[in-house]
Structures are given as structure tokens and as C-alpha cells.
T-cell receptor, first 116, second 114 residues
Framework: GNSVTQMEGPVTLSEEAFLTINCTYT??????LFWYVQYPGEGLQLLLK?????DKGSNKGFEATYRKETTSFHLEKGSVQVSDSAVYFCALRTNAGGTSYGKLTFGQGTILTVHP | DVKVTQSSRYLVKRTGEKVFLECVQD?????MFWYRQDPGLGLRLIYFSYDVKMKEKGDIPEGYSVSREKKERFSLILESASTNQTSMYLC?????????????FGPGTRLTVT
């Protein structure tokens, strides 16, 4: 079956530090990959996505590259801010037809805290 | 602006009670989902629905049922609440096409069963 593994958290950084959150996956076929973010007290929202190998998703200074050879989709940001403090989820969607459209498999989430 | 709303942000129920969690979306989406979120386990899919009155079990359906009588509303039912169902419950929806990439989430309901 499908699975997503994220690096253990929590991650604590100082403002302007470099961020990497590792994500690896197991899936049949060629999945689409996503990073979702959950700010305190809110639901999840899509941060970025990549739909095929070597695609790079980017948004709000965050980037992740779909690496098929290493089955990875690591999230990076060059300079984090206090406002980036949140829980980050890596997820995949297999591109099967029928009623599977839109179903996601999530990783366990990584808590990020950024201090001033 | 897209909107998924959930009936309660916080709920406290007693063991054995029947519990209803309601979710409403205003985007005319076909697909709706119920997840539970637990620390260290991420989001796990309980049930999803791809059309009115249609439903499929997710990864952890035991102890739950769902109802979708109208396209915009998807209800999660705990027939007899137990303490191991204390959790954060998240509802989400998405349009049903091959290119439907984004699930839209509600703010969550934190349920405590005592």
C-alpha cells in the first residue's frame, strides 16, 4: 500500500535559519506529491505540489523537488520566519481513476517552531 | 473564498453517547472526507464520500459511520463514543476530476470523550 514517512520532530530553529523537513514515500505507479501546512488553531492548507518526477513545487519561499530515484519530496526554505511556525504534512495521491480521485495519504506531520 | 465549516470547534461527550459531527462545504464539491488527527500518526482517513448517499470506508472506519444526504453536507457519527475516539476530527472536500489536486479543510473539531 501507499505510505509517507516524515522526519521526526519537533524542529526548533532561530529566525533566518535554513529549514529542511525530509519526506520519503512508498507508492504504486506515479503519485502526485504535496506539502500541507497547519497553522495553530486552523485546518490544513495546501502549501505546494508536484505532479511528476523532477517537478519543483514552490510557494511562500518554500520549495520541494519530486525525486523519483530516491522516492523523496523534501521541504526546504532558505530563511524561516516566526510566522512559519506550524505543523507540516507531506502527502501523496495516486493517480488512479474511479472513486480514488482526491484521496490522500499523509505523513505523521512535523512540528516547526521558529524563535525570534 | 472557499469555505469548509464544521459544527463545533470543541466537544466533550461521555462514553457511550451518540455523537454527530457536521461538515458543510460551499464549493459544490463531489468528494468529501473525514480524517482524525493524532500526534505522531498524522491524518488517517475514516470515511469518504464521492456523491450524495455514496460512501466508502477509509483506513480506520471501525466505530464510525457517515451520512451524506445533501451534496454540501457530510456527517460523521460515533454510534457509541469511547475514550479512544478522543481526537481532532478534520473534514475536507475536493472537486472530482483527474486534476483535482487540492483538498480544502475545515478548522477541525477537538472531541474529548470522558
Amino acid at each position: 500500500g501507499n505510505s509517507v514517512t516524515q522526519m521526526e520532530g519537533p524542529v526548533t530553529l532561530s529566525e533566518e535559519a535554513f529549514l529542511t523537513i525530509n519526506c520519503t514515500y512508498t507508492a504504486t505507479g506515479y503519485p502526485s506529491l504535496f506539502w500541507y501546512v497547519q497553522y495553530p488553531g486552523e485546518g490544513l492548507q495546501l502549501l505546494l505540489k508536484a505532479t511528476k518526477a523532477d517537478d519543483k513545487g514552490s510557494n511562500k519561499g518554500f520549495e520541494a523537488t519530486y525525486r523519483k530515484e530516491t522516492t523523496s519530496f523534501h521541504l526546504e526554505k532558505g530563511s524561516v520566519q516566526v510566522s512559519d511556525s506550524a505543523v507540516y504534512f507531506c502527502a501523496l495521491r495516486t493517480n488512479a481513476g474511479g472513486t480514488s480521485y482526491g484521496k490522500l495519504t499523509f505523513g505523521q506531520g512535523t512540528i516547526l517552531t521558529v524563535h525570534p | 473564498d472557499v469555505k469548509v465549516t464544521q459544527s463545533s470547534r470543541y466537544l466533550v461527550k461521555r462514553t457511550g453517547e451518540k455523537v454527530f459531527l457536521e461538515c458543510v462545504q460551499d464549493m459544490d464539491h463531489e468528494n468529501m472526507f473525514w480524517y482524525r488527527q493524532d500526534p505522531g500518526l498524522g491524518l488517517r482517513l475514516i470515511y469518504f464520500s464521492y456523491d450524495v448517499k455514496m460512501k466508502e470506508k477509509g483506513d480506520i472506519p471501525e466505530g464510525y459511520s457517515v451520512s451524506r444526504e445533501k451534496k454540501e453536507r457530510f456527517s460523521l457519527i460515533l454510534e457509541s463514543a469511547s475514550t479512544n475516539q478522543t481526537s481532532m476530527y478534520l473534514c475536507a472536500s475536493t472537486i472530482s476530476t483527474v486534476s483535482s489536486y487540492e483538498q480544502y479543510f475545515g478548522p477541525g473539531t477537538r472531541l474529548t470523550v470522558t
